[in-house]
Every structure is written in structure tokens, then in C-alpha cells.
């Protein structure tokens, strides 16, 4: 034990209870949150996690009256790229906390926003390559004057909560030089123990979580979500060995198989369960991961797990042999519900997969399941809890057209519950995608490995057959494409806030957020009969809880991604959460979000009653096509395989030709002399890995960088003629 450490454990003692210690969080105040209406407590305010906010200052007849109250920085601070900000904000004794991209985490005075602490963990930004969705953070853990936070090089760290100063840390990845763990969501307390999960199934990790003592960061226990190779070691434990039987013998075992949790998890005091949501398959294409057809346990499932001893109590998987990238790592809510005349005590979860489950959290019971977007992958869950396979979405012999998509019908920005209206707030979408298998799967070293390729919304109007698409197909595929989308009525992208009533399960109202995907961010419902939503267009964005009536609209000119929070210091109600576009669409944003007009960097935005108006940021401007090496430089056969290791390596994050408008990556297809003399130090010699752009040596060959540039020049070319040829 260090000398600080021990002298921290000393004043918690001292100060037990006392508000003078901050991120004093206790299990008394966990479990009762409703005593104390103005804090948020956890990611979801209470462990019922149903992010409602029982204040009432701010209501629906006021809510007009919204308005700016302050904001406090948080840039990233590394290099050009801004990215996502999917934390929800937790306020504890008027000190609001927040995690950001990489696992940094601020402190701020919740009334002024004026900052306490920041702490940088300094991650390694060659790991950004090993994040699949951009190096976000999903939140932080508060509790016992301390903040727990991970960081995306797979670090659990205990800070002080006064001063932000490490307290403990432990590394909690595995086979790091092998494999491309990353941790992308929060971790939780659980009476003595701070569990966290990973991320990187696309990439080929085995899913896990781990409990670690949250005085001292000793670990306490690991629980695998998925089987190891048998023939390496025998399973962890029975959970282990139940999961083994659902797994065939030609199971591809060196792929990890994924199942990872990178969500929000949950934990009730009252039962002593952790929940636990996990992610979908390594790969994707079950024919490639498990041809047996096997349910392939504990894929796509909640898990609940006693915190004291890490052992599995119950399971329900969603989707078993998974194939679609579907994951059970939504955020769950906590509610007692009376249904059929009986009280129960559930969870709630509104999956990627389009189902509403409501789930008996005692004992893991299916009580229902409806879809609450459009789905066809299933026709419904039998009374086992099974679901009934439709077989019109299966794409092992033909691409087939599938909803939802792998973004989901809601993906991990957060749903809320209001306790008064009994409705559920999704974030919701309805999309349609096309799948396809990769005949010739062979695993890629150091990138995303699904077996299977995907197209998502509707096919562009003048979508011909032999049309070039984003990765190389045949002229055959693409026929096919075109007929999997006939045969159902739209594959186009619709997105709305979805009211949801848990016990009919039905919806009682939706408000449409327009045809781009990701535009509604998380959620947050009031006693005060309201529901409050950032968009990605930049908009924070006030409804009637009951009618879904819209009150009020603030514009910030930057995305709000995240879930907003409720709170009150000193008699005044603030709602405020963080801006700052990004995640899985970094590289291609969406044409309507803000980060496409305004600089878009990372804010903390509070708004107030009597409020003023939001400041916007700069606007954006935009990257110019410079003076291209000339021809000279490379040859035709280089530049057409240099197109292919682009489409392969590089456009995951910095996106297609001439999109420099819709990036937040720099457009390689606009890069300046300076930048192409440097080319190859930067791609093989990680010049620019500080700031996130990894060396690509141990998967490039100085003729593959050399190719890649050859493409780029060429298209450089193209470009710049163009531009030349539109200026006055
Ligand atoms: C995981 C995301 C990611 C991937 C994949 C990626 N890059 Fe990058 N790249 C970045 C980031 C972030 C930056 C900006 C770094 C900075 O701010 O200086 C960058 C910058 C660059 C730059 C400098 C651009 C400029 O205008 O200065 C070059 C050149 C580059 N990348 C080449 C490549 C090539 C070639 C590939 C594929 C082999 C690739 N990148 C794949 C994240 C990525």
C-alpha cells in the first residue's frame, strides 16, 4: 500500500458520511436515491438506472424558459481529431465528473463549471487503432471518494475524488501484444468490488469482465463470456463449462469468439446482482466462427452475476448463434412493475436486436418480448424465450436484406424510464442493411474481422448493378443486393424518440428525428412531466413526457451524442450533459450533424431557468485540395492496388474520396506536398501516433505504403482538376 494511500483510507474513515468528502457515493445512498432528489448518483442516477430525475422546478409549464447556463472544456487535446463524447455526466454534493475519449476524466463545480481536476491517463494513441468506434468513453464510476475510471489502453484507475491524483491502477487486459483490447465502456461498483469489461470483438478478443477489490484494486475475480479453446485449458468454471457444450467442434477458436462488454452494467443492492449485457460475435458469420449451428453461449446475453464471488446466477441470451452483429450491451433499467396483476421486479432492455425485453431480474424469467422498430430476423420470442427465426435475414448463400441494422434499433445511447408516465424514451431507429458473407474469409492480423460485409439504408437511387460500392464487389453480388432490397418495403434510414409502454408493450407516441442515422443522442425524463434530448444536429431538445409534445429547442452547435443529467446545488434544478461529435461515424459523418457546420470539439454544457443563449463554436473550415505530387510519382499498377489496401486499412477511419466536409479525420485524398514528403514516416514509422494515427508497419510493407500513396496521388489529381475547373 502506498504512503498515499493509506493516508486517503484514513480520511474516508475520518469524514464517513460527511458531504466534506466529495464522491462520498455510499451503498445507503445507492440504494436510496429517491432521498436525495438533486444528485446523480451513477451513469443512470440510482442503481434502478432509469435515468428519471425526480425534481420539479423544471416542468412543462416552464420549460420554455430553458437556457444557457455555462459550459467548461472538454477537448480531447491530442492532435487534429476531436472525438465522440458518449459519457453521461455523474453529480455527487454539487461536483459534476465526467469521462472523456481515451479515459481521461474532469471534475467541474457543478453551479459554475469552473474546473477541479482534469487527469489525462497519457494512453499510448497507437491504441486508437485498436478501437473499432473511435477511442470514446462511456462514463465513470463514482463511490467512497473515489473515482473509478478505465482507459481505453486497458488500465482500471482508483482517483481521488478531491484532487484527481491516482490512487491505484492495474492493467486489466490480457494477451495485450497479441490481441486489440481496448475499453470503451464504464466500469461499476458493486458493494466492494469495481467490475470492468473490454471492448474489440470485431478486431478477435474472448469477452470478459473482472471484479477487483475497490479499496486496494486487488483482483477478486474474472468472468469469461465465452469458452476458451478447450484443448489450451480446461473451462473456468461450470458457467464455463455449460457455455462449452453449445460451442462445435470446428469452432474457430483463435478468433476469440468476442462477446464482449463494453456497456453500461448494473447492480441491485437488494438481490446482490450485477447485470451484465454482452456484445456480439468474432466473426460476425457464424458458418466462419461455429458451423454447428450451436447457440454459442453466452453471446448476445444478460448475464447476472453475484458481485462477492464472480459466479453466474442466471442467463438469457437474445440471440443465440449469433450472426448480425446484434449485442445485448443497451442499457438496462431497473423498475418494479405491476404486470398481470402482480408485482414484479424487472429489467428492461431495448436491444440492438429491435426487441423490447422485459426480463424477471430475480431469477432471469422472460416475462415479454415485442419489437418495438421494425424487425425481421425473427417473427417473436416463444414462451422459453426463444426467438422465432424468420430465416428471410440469414445471408450465408445470398446477401439478405436485415432489420435492424448493426446499428441497431437503439444502439448504447441511453433510454430513460418515467416512473409517473410508465413509458420508456428509445433513441430509436429503423434501418434496413444488406449482408453478405465473405467467401473467401481469411483472418486479417491487426484489423476488424467479421467474415461478412454489410450495406446499410436504402441503395443510392441510381443504384446500377456493376456501380462501384464502397468495397470491391462483384457485379453478381451486387444484383443480388438489389433483390434482397426489393423484397422488403424500404430499407431507408428513419429515426425518431420512441415512447414505449413496458407492461403493453406498444408504442403510445414517436417524435421523427429525420432520415439520418445517429441523430437522437440519450435520454433523460423529469418529474416534471418532461423528456430531454441532445441531437446530433446540435440541439438540445425539451418534450412533454405524456404527449411527446415539443416545448423547447436550445441550440449549441455541437452534437449532443451522450445522455443529459438533472441536479440541484444550492435550490437551483440544472440539466446538463456533454457535447462532442463522434464514435462510429467519425469517419463519415452524417450530412446533418453540427460537426459538419462547426468545429466540433468536446464541451460540458449546463442549461438553467432564466438561462441565456448557447455560444456557438467557430464554424468549420473546410480542407482545401492542395497542389498534388506530380504524375511522375507513381504507376497505374501501384495506385489500383493501393485503392484495395486503402478500402482495407486506412478508410475505416478517414473515409472515402473528397469528403473532407464529412470527416473528422483528415481526407488522404487531399493531403499537402509537406505531408506526402513524409508519407511513409507517418504510415510505417508512427510519426503521428501520439495523436492517434498508429504505425501500420507490422501489417504494411514500405511497397503496400508506397501503393496506398500511388492511389491517393492519383486521386489527388482527379480532385484537384475538378476543384480547378468549378473555381471562378
Ligand atoms: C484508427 C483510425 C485510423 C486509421 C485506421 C488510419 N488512420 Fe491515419 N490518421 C488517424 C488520425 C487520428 C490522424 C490525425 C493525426 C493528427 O491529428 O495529427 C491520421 C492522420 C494521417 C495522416 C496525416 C494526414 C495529414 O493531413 O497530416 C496520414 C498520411 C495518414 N493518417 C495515413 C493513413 C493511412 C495510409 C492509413 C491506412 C494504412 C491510415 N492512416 C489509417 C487515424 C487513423
New binding site residues.
Given amino acids: 500500500m502506498s504512503r498515499r494511500h493509506a493516508v486517503l483510507v484514513v480520511a474516508l474513515l475520518a469524514g464517513c458520511g460527511s458531504p466534506s468528502v466529495p464522491g462520498n457515493v455510499t451503498l445507503d445512498r445507492w440504494r436510496s436515491g429517491d432521498a436525495e432528489p438533486g444528485q446523480w448518483l451513477g451513469l443512470g442516477r440510482t442503481y434502478r438506472a432509469d435515468r428519471f430525475s425526480p425534481l420539479v422546478a423544471l416542468s412543462d409549464t416552464n420549460a420554455n424558459r430553458l437556457g444557457f447556463a455555462w459550459e467548461s472544456d472538454a477537448r480531447s487535446r491530442?492532435?487534429?481529431?476531436e472525438h465522440g463524447q458518449e459519457a453521461t455526466p455523474i453529480v455527487v454534493d454539487g461536483v459534476l465528473y465526467v469521462s472523456g475519449p481515451w479515459g481521461t476524466a474532469i471534475a467541474v463545480d457543478a453551479k459554475t463549471g469552473r474546473q477541479i481536476w482534469r487527469y489525462d491517463p497519457e494512453v499510448d494513441g497507437s491504441y486508437?487503432?485498436r478501437?473499432c468506434c473511435d477511442v470514446v468513453s462511456r462514463g465513470l464510476s463514482v463511490w467512497g471518494g473515489r473515482v473509478y475510471v478505465a482507459t481505453l489502453d486497458g488500465w482500471l484507475v482508483a482517483l481521488d475524488a478531491a484532487t484527481g491524483t491516482e490512487v491505484w491502477k492495474v492493467d486489466t487486459f490480457e494477451d495485450r501484444d497479441t490481441r486489440f483490447y481496448t475499453i470503451t465502456g464504464p466500469p461499476i461498483v458493486a458493494k466492494d468490488v469495481v467490475v470492468v469489461g473490454n471492448s474489440g470483438a470485431e478486431f478477435g478478443v474472448r469477452g470478459y469482465i473482472t471484479g477487483y477489490d475497490r479499496a486496494t484494486g486487488a483482483r477478486k475475480w474474472r468472468f469469461y463470456t465465452v469458452p476458451g479453446d478447450p484443448a489450451k485449458a480446461p473451462p473456468e468454471n461450470d458457467a464455463m463449462k455449460r457455455a462449452l457444450e453449445t460451442w462445435g467442434p470446428k469452432t474457430d477458436w483463435a478468433s476469440g469468439l468476442g462477446g464482449t462488454v463494453w456497456g453500461e452494467m448494473n447492480y441491485d443492492p437488494e438481490l446482490n446482482l450485477l447485470y451484465v449485457g454482452t456484445g456480439n460475435s468474432t466473426p460476425y458469420a457464424g458458418w466462419h466462427r461455429d458451423p454447428s449451428g450451436g447457440d454459442n453461449l453466452y453471446l448476445v446475453s444478460i448475464l447476472a452475476i453475484n458481485p462477492d464471488d464472480g459466479q453466474l446466477r442466471w442467463h438469457y441470451q437474445q440471440v443465440p448463434w449469433e450472426i448480425w452483429d446484434y449485442t445485448a450491451t443497451m442499457n438496462m433499467i431497473l423498475a418494479d412493475l405491476t404486470i398481470d396483476g402482480r408485482p414484479r421486479q424487472v429489467l428492461m432492455q431495448a436491444p440492438k436486436n429491435g426487441f423490447f425485453y422485459v426480463l424477471d431480474r430475480a431469477t432471469g424469467e422472460l416475462i415479454s418480448a415485442k419489437p418495438y422498430v421494425y424487425v425481421n430476423w425473427a417473427s417473436g420470442v416463444d414462451s422459453t424465450g426463444r426467438p422465432i427465426l424468420t430465416g428471410k435475414a440469414n445471408y450465408r448463400d445470398r446477401p439478405a436484406a436485415v432489420f435492424p441494422t448493426q446499428a441497431g434499433g437503439h444502439n448504447w445511447q441511453p433510454m430513460a424510464f418515467n416512473r409517473q408516465t410508465g413509458l420508456v424514451y428509445i433513441p430509436a431507429r429503423e434501418q434496413g442493411m444488406i449482408m453478405f458473407t465473405e467467401r473467401e474469409y481469411r483472418w486479417l492480423p491487426g484489423d476488424v474481422n467479421m467474415g461478412s460485409g454489410a450495406i446499410f439504408g436504402d441503395l443510392p437511387k441510381d443504384f446500377k448493378p456493376s456501380q462501384e460500392l464502397p468495397m470491391q464487389v462483384p457485379p453478381e453480388l451486387a444484383r443480388q443486393f438489389a433483390d434482397a432490397a426489393r423484397a422488403e418495403p424500404s430499407m431507408a434510414t428513419r429515426e425518431f424518440l420512441l415512447a414505449w409502454d413496458p407492461i403493453a408493450q406498444r408504442e403510445r407516441w414517436r417524435v421523427p428525428l429525420g432520415a439520418t442515422e445517429m441523430m437522437g443522442g440519450g435520454v433523460l425524463t423529469t418529474a416534471g412531466n418532461l423528456v430531454i434530448q441532445g441531437t446530433a444536429a446540435g440541439q438540445l431538445v425539451v418534450y412533454r413526457a405524456d404527449t411527446g409534445e415539443k416545448l423547447h429547442e436550445i441550440d449549441v452547435g455541437t452534437a449532443i451524442i451522450g445522455a443529459p443529467v438533472s441536479y440541484e446545488v444550492d435550490g437551483v434544478q440544472y440539466v446538463a450533459a456533454v457535447a462532442g461529435f463522434g464514435g462510429a461515424l467519425n469517419p463519415a459523418l452524417a450530412p446533418g450533424t453540427a460537426a459538419t457546420r462547426y468545429a466540433n470539439y468536446g464541451r460540458i454544457l449546463a442549461f438553467a431557468l432564466g438561462g441565456g443563449v448557447a455560444p456557438l463554436p467557430p464554424k468549420r473550415t473546410p480542407q482545401p485540395v492542395p497542389e498534388p505530387p506530380p504524375a511522375e510519382w507513381y504507376r497505374e499498377t501501384e495506385a489500383a492496388r493501393g485503392a484495395g489496401?486503402?478500402a482495407q486499412?486506412?478508410a475505416?477511419?478517414?473515409g472515402g474520396r473528397g469528403e473532407a466536409q464529412l470527416s473528422a479525420?483528415?481526407d488522404?485524398h487531399r493531403?499537402?506536398a509537406a505531408?506526402h514528403a513524409i508519407?511513409d514516416s507517418?504510415?510505417l514509422g508512427g510519426k503521428?501516433a501520439p495523436?492517434?494515427?498508429?504505425s501500420?508497419a507490422d501489417v504494411?510493407t514500405p511497397a503496400d505504403?508506397r501503393a496506398?500513396?500511388a492511389y491517393?496521388i492519383r486521386e489527388q489529381r482527379v480532385l484537384f482538376a475538378e476543384s480547378a475547373a468549378t473555381k471562378p
Avoid: D, E, K, N
Fill in positions: 491530442r492532435g487534429r481529431v486508437g487503432r478501437a489496401l486503402f486499412r486506412c475505416r477511419c478517414h479525420y483528415p488522404l493531403l499537402p505531408t508519407f507517418i504510415v503521428l495523436s492517434g494515427m498508429a501500420f504494411l505504403s496506398i500513396q491517393l
